[in-house]
């Protein structure tokens, strides 16, 4: 059975880039009796002091977690990761990884100068993976499946892993939603791009169209499932199936 997880970072509304993995690992969870997911990165020190505090980022959550369940994207598991975060704080303090811990940034250090975002090599990287490989320990994920533009930390993931001792899990890397008309990232970008779910919605559009459009946009079989092996190796948004949710 695989326990997959979804874990946006509440900074902004989910877009459809993100359903799409999101169905993905709903789908792979469920076909092998497993569990799916929903982990919100909500403790991100940077984004906590820009949005306001910890009640903003709830209220994002809470958001997103609304979008998904529209599209019929249900977790069986929701978890915080700032609930999550004193328990990953003490197993690092008890243990011999502390050099992992001191690239936390203290709670009123500067913004500009914390490396998130954009992520750079090594310092609160390392602690933010570190994070992440516990976190997905404690919640029994053993299947990942991510997007393509994150295998820069596939080396440190792993190491991590190994250096705490843990079993090694399949991971998967999944290339991301596009435009036929830009290679601008940021057209699908969940702080600074288009295609919301909560704007389709409010536009009045049913979640049937939505999920249709993206059958026809991420899969090679429009009317098989959500499987690894039914994924586009370029899935693209068309100006025609872009023009439907408009």
Same mark, same amino acid.
């Given at each position: 059975?695989?326990?997959?997880?979804?874990?946006?970072?509440?900074?902004g509304?989910?877009?459809?880039?993100?359903?799409?993995?999101?169905?993905?690992?709903?789908?792979?969870?469920?076909?092998?009796?497993?569990?799916?997911?929903?982990?919100?990165?909500?403790?991100?020190?940077?984004?906590?002091?820009?949005?306001?505090?910890?009640?903003?980022?709830?209220?994002?959550?809470?958001?997103?977690?609304?979008?998904?369940?529209?599209?019929?994207?249900?977790?069986?598991?929701?978890?915080?990761?700032?609930?999550?975060?004193p328990?990953?704080?003490?197993y690092?303090?008890?243990?011999?990884?502390?050099? %992992?811990?001191? @690239?936390? +940034?203290?709670?009123?250090?500067?913004? #500009?100068?914390?490396?998130?975002?954009?992520?750079a090599? &090594?310092?609160?990287?390392?602690?933010?993976?570190?994070e992440?490989?516990?976190s997905?320990?404690?919640?029994?994920?053993?299947?990942?499946?991510?997007?393509?533009?994150?295998?820069?930390?596939?080396?440190?993931?792993?190491?991590?892993?190994?250096?705490?001792?843990?079993?090694?899990?399949?991971?998967?890397?999944?290339?991301?939603?596009?435009?036929?008309?830009?290679?601008?990232?940021?057209?699908?970008?969940?702080?600074?791009?288009?295609?919301?779910?909560?704007d389709?919605?409010?536009?009045?559009?049913?979640?049937?169209?939505?999920?249709?459009?993206?059958?026809?946009?991420?899969? %090679?079989?429009? @009317?098989? +499932?959500?499987?690894?092996?039914?994924? #586009?190796?370029?899935?693209?948004?068309?100006r025609?199936? &872009?023009?439907?949710?408009?």
């Open positions: 059975m695989s326990t997959t997880r979804f874990n946006p970072t509440t900074n509304g989910l877009h459809i880039g993100h359903a799409y993995t999101a169905l993905v690992n709903q789908h792979e969870a469920h076909a092998s009796g497993g569990k799916f997911i929903l982990r919100f990165d909500d403790n991100t020190r940077y984004w906590v002091r820009k949005l306001g505090g910890q009640a903003a980022m709830a209220k994002i959550a809470r958001g997103q977690q609304k979008d998904l369940e529209w599209l019929g994207i249900v977790p069986d598991v929701v978890a915080y990761q700032s609930e999550m975060e328990a990953i704080l003490r690092l303090a008890d243990s011999k990884w502390q050099p %992992v811990i001191d @690239h936390q +940034p203290v709670p009123d250090h500067d913004p #500009r100068v914390i490396s998130d975002p954009p992520i090599a &090594g310092g609160m990287w390392a602690f933010l993976v570190a992440k490989v516990i997905d320990e404690m919640l029994g994920t053993n299947l990942l499946i991510r997007g393509l533009e994150i295998l820069a930390e596939d080396g440190l993931y792993r190491y991590f892993r190994a250096l705490f001792g843990y079993m090694s899990i399949e991971t998967v890397y999944i290339p991301r939603l596009m435009t036929a008309w830009t290679e601008d990232l940021a057209d699908v970008s969940k702080t600074a791009g288009n295609w919301k779910i909560r389709v919605r409010e536009r009045g559009h049913s979640p049937e169209v939505v999920r249709s459009v993206l059958r026809e946009s991420c899969l %090679v079989d429009v @009317h098989g +499932p959500w499987s690894l092996d039914n994924l #586009r190796t370029r899935p693209v948004l068309t025609e199936n &872009g023009e439907r949710l408009e």
